[in-house]
């Protein structure tokens, strides 16, 4: 089973750029796609971001699409989120999760469980 832990967030001001880690562990990492997630106080969470298992296919929710950018390296077991050109819209704790497939991944609400998630602030 992968197991994951969420790093990188942090307060920055409008226009600001920070990249997100989001570390697995496991043997089937590398086999799966990742995605990232957020969560504001009193909203749903919502899918952002999502890379199949190599990293030659990605999706983006409308509202970061331009502005983050989502990588892995299977090498570290890791995915990043570069996000730049920040807004404070963008605020919300910020959760990485998988799915065997990319494209389930970008709509898929029952996850069985999440991680901790790396809070992001963005002051205006």
């Known amino acids: 089973q992968v197991q994951l832990v969420e790093s990188g967030g942090g307060l920055v001001q409008t226009g600001r750029s920070l990249r997100l880690s989001c570390a697995g562990s496991?043997?089937?990492?590398?086999?799966?796609?990742v995605g990232w997630f957020r969560q504001s106080p009193g909203k749903e969470r919502d899918f952002v971001a999502a890379?199949?298992?190599?990293?030659?296919?990605?999706y983006y929710a409308d509202s970061v699409k331009g502005r983050f950018t989502i990588s892995r390296d299977n090498a570290k077991n890791m995915v990043y989120l570069q996000m730049n050109r920040l807004k404070p819209e963008d605020t919300a704790v910020y959760y990485c999760?998988?799915?065997?497939?990319?494209?389930?991944?970008?709509?898929?609400?029952?996850?069985?469980?999440w991680s901790q998630g790396t809070q992001v602030t963005v002051s205006s």
């Open positions: 999760n998988v799915d065997s497939n990319v494209l389930r991944l970008t709509r898929k609400t029952d996850f069985g469980s």
């Open positions: 496991g043997p089937t990492f590398g086999d799966v796609a």
């Open positions: 890379v199949n298992w190599n990293g030659d296919l990605t």
